[in-house]
């Protein structure tokens, strides 16, 4: 008798726990049999953004906000139409979530995963176009086993805003080319633009539309319809604040965007290697996952694909433009091209494989992914956070977050000694910057990036004019560098140095040397008697 091979095996024991699950099962499909009532989904994202967010409090209690997360805060507070490095989306939506919620880590780090739920929850509105039931839900668990929802949205920068903004718009745009309403062409054009204001890498995006347009056999009704010109006028009305801040200020954004552009034809080749390879590494344990689920059925892929829907097609040249025009810009122009900048198109991927396959999908194997997300998820909390934790408060991190909270109070108390005055403008190394900016409790602004401070020297003289402190690490020697050149230029100043300690859950930890400028007002009157002393010795010391 010939054995029965394993994948034939699997699949009729699927077949067979699913006609009589076991007792630990019930819960779980009860669950995914609730997926069309519309409470499954909603669940499934809420305990996805609740644990994740538990991992983020414990994985870094000892260490402060990320650099970028601060950064969004710190230029959000000023509301405008650009900032110097970045489009806007990412600073609004900081100012929006920061005028609801408490001025906190947790906050911060519950608004970086309820923007990941809140992409999520988009992709379900593009996989319910297609399927039905707990497909839907095996969607969103394959999504969540890549590293594109915890660990990257976690850094809440101009990357990480585009995991909610692609999905919405690719929606907005699959409905619009279907039914040709005036008002989906209207939310295609305003949730494109959105995506292009959180950062331009979504041009990519606009031009992958443009191209499924193109290739799509329904080509001819779209375009002959009023639905692209209304997306376009729509979009580019969306954009024009955007555009004209602009024109008007010398389009920063641009220069910064367009210093990526300096590799050639070997450097090119290098990036777009590892821009490939890096897709393939997220996309690993959900591709494995999916070779179980589909076994042998797998061979039925090319089938599928010749029978996939108008809608998915449409997907499919989305996410085919998606991956083609940015390794294409990045040989022609030699641009830099890390894979994290196309993390956010993951989900067309995910989309195309799960809603493509026209073969069952046993409530099984759903459960079993399930069960899989549901454990890494709890490791990552009650095992990875804390040993994360410790490990960083004895060796720190690169960028020296353990330090941001004790390095602003320190430098508001040595500045409030010495002048008697909240703290008003901080400048120096752009991470302890937009630190101080948040963990002093003065909350003071930021001065401009440490980019622009070397070949602009001192802080414009309306800040000068009120006071202002740098703080630099000891060990950076640039940033060291650049107080040294500008204290004799900056007048009157008091230097400190000084040392912080990292702690955790009241565990000491590793110490770094800090370096203070401050230069108060020209008219400072009130000061403690010591501090107006070293003021006094340090002001005839310049003189």
Known sequence: MRPVPFDFAFQAMAERSDRAPARWRRPFLHW??????GWAVPLLLACFVAIWTLYLVIAYAGGGLHPDTLEAWAVGRNFAFGYQKHPPLMGWVTAAWTSVFPLSDWSLQLMAMANAGLALFFVDLISRQFVTGHKRVLVLLLLMLTPAYQFHAQRFNANAVLLATWPLATYCF??????????????AGSTTALAMIGKYY??????????????????????????????????????SPHLYWLATTGASTFTYALAHANGNVVSSLGEVRNFLLGLAAAMSVSAVCWALI??????????????MSPGLRLLFFIAIGTIALPVLTSLAMGTDLPSLW?????????????????????????VNVTVIVAIVALAAVLVAAPIHAIYRNKHGYEEGRNFYAQAADRATHEWRELTGEPLSIVTGDDALTFATAFYSPDHPRHARPLVYQYPWGVPRKAMADGGWAALCFHDQDLCRGWIEWVSPQAGPSVRREFTVQASLWGRPGLTRQMILLMVPSRGERAAPESAANDFSASRRAAE
């Open 32 to 37: 995914l049999s609730a997926v069309e009532a």
């Open 174 to 187: 699959l409905r619009a080319f279907e039914t040709r309403a005036a008002l989906w062409a209207a939310a």
């Open 202 to 239: 979504s041009i990519f995006l606009v031009a992958s539309f443009v191209f499924a347009a193109l290739a799509h056999p329904g080509r001819r009704a779209y375009f002959s319809s009023a639905s692209p010109w209304i997306s376009v006028v729509v979009g580019l009305a969306a954009l």
């Open 294 to 307: 589909a076994g042998t059925r797998l061979k039925q892929f090319p089938a599928d694909f010749a029978a």
């Open 342 to 366: 196309a993390l956010q198109g993951l989900f067309l991927v995910v989309v195309l494989v799960v809603c493509g396959a026209r073969y069952p999908i046993e409530r099984f194997h759903t």
